[in-house]
């Protein structure tokens, strides 16, 4: 059974940075994507990043670009998302997910993922 689980969020002031960590359990994860989404209250879920586990590609928003960094530890079983220049928008909770191969739909679509951890709360002040 997959497990994820987050950690690394916070409250930090606009500008400042965090670390998200997703620590993956379960199965081994080659091949995989993982992916960041997130979700502000009152809105849908959004794609944050993605990374495929064994090639090491990412995928970003364009809303995070040069901003977040997504990154994996192999060894560690674990998922990065590093946060820079955080903005009042940025604010919501945020969802490790593990999309299991082959998928055929858009990884932007949070829908294409298998698997889910149980979020982590990041609040930016202004």
């Known amino acids: 059974q997959v497990r994820l689980e987050e950690s690394g969020g916070g409250l930090v002031q606009g500008g400042g940075s965090l670390r998200l960590s997703c620590a993956a359990s379960?199965?081994?994860?080659?091949?995989?994507?993982m992916g960041w989404f997130r979700q502000a209250p009152g809105k849908e879920r959004e794609f944050v990043a993605a990374?495929?586990?064994?090639?090491?590609?990412?995928y970003y928003a364009d809303s995070v670009k040069g901003r977040f960094t997504i990154s994996r530890d192999g060894a560690r079983n674990t998922v990065y998302l590093q946060m820079s220049g955080l903005k009042p928008e940025d604010a919501a909770v945020y969802y490790c997910?593990?999309?299991?191969?082959?998928?055929?739909?858009?990884?932007?679509?949070?829908?294409?993922?298998?698997?889910w951890g149980q979020g982590t709360q990041v609040t930016v002040s202004s």
């Open positions: 997910a593990a999309r299991k191969p082959p998928s055929f739909s858009s990884m932007y679509n949070p829908g294409s993922y298998d698997d």
């Open positions: 379960g199965r081994t994860f080659s091949n995989y994507i």
């Open positions: 990374i495929s586990w064994s090639g090491g590609n990412t």
